[in-house]
């Protein structure tokens, strides 16, 4: 039997036992953010900066200083913190001639509540 030949809403156990997976369902603007959040962290190297600069003891971290952690150039590392920040997952401050970042919490609680069984 293929998955499309499983008769799943038929059986009133798999309805019974089951509650809904989420409490509301998305509004089209906050399901739109949360995509263009979803896809800027679905590369690998963007996913290690946020979890860098999440971690990060200070709360904000010079972009010159994730250069070696990332195992990326300066313009790469640059280019990926650019996607994060305009998902909105980041935020950035020019300090001098260093541009400074930091992940935005808000965002962070948003995209794990939209995962989390609520």
């Not at 640059?78 to 020019?94: M, N, P, T, Y």
């Amino acid at each position: 039997m293929t998955v499309r030949e499983l008769p799943v809403l038929d059986q009133p156990e798999a309805v019974a036992c089951c509650a809904p997976l989420a409490s509301t369902v998305l509004s089209e603007p906050d399901a739109e953010t949360l995509a263009r959040q979803f896809a800027a962290l679905a590369d690998p190297v963007r996913l290690r900066l946020v979890s860098l600069l999440a971690t990060a003891e200070g709360g904000a971290v010079c972009a010159c200083d994730l250069v070696e952690p990332a195992g990326r150039t300066q313009g790469t590392v640059s280019s990926h913190l650019g996607k994060l920040r305009d998902a909105g997952i980041v935020v950035s401050e020019k300090r001098g001639r260093n541009v400074w970042y930091a992940v935005v919490p808000a965002a962070l609680e948003n995209l794990r509540g939209a995962l989390a069984q609520r």
